[in-house]
């Protein structure tokens, strides 16, 4: 396993960084910050990650690698559900 930079970030600044940007963020990253905060669902041999949400409706969040970077509309995706567990939680 090749070591990132990236891997040594905080979720905090991690999460920083894609408030900035939801460009140029590794799939490491976005699967760092989706293990922080949702629990993982076993994966039917996909390129997909999915993570279970806390809340009824759409209960689940969807990261694909792409060439070892996040998808930014799932980068934005993220935020938001982590936006709204902290708001939940609050």
């Not at 991690?14 to 140029?24: D, F, G, P, T, V």
């Not at 039917?44 to 759409?58: C, D, E, I, L, R």
């Amino acid at each position: 396993m090749r070591y990132h930079k990236s891997m040594g970030k905080s979720v905090e600044e991690i999460l920083e960084k894609m408030r900035h940007s939801s460009a140029n963020i590794r799939f490491a990253e976005l699967e760092k910050v989706c293990d922080h905060f949702f629990e993982k669902r076993p994966s039917k041999k996909t390129s997909h990650q999915t993570y279970k949400t806390p809340w009824p409706g759409n209960p689940r969040v969807n990261i694909q690698n792409a060439g070892g970077k996040a998808k930014a509309y799932q980068v934005n995706q993220v935020l938001e559900a982590v936006e709204k567990l902290k708001h939940r939680s609050s």
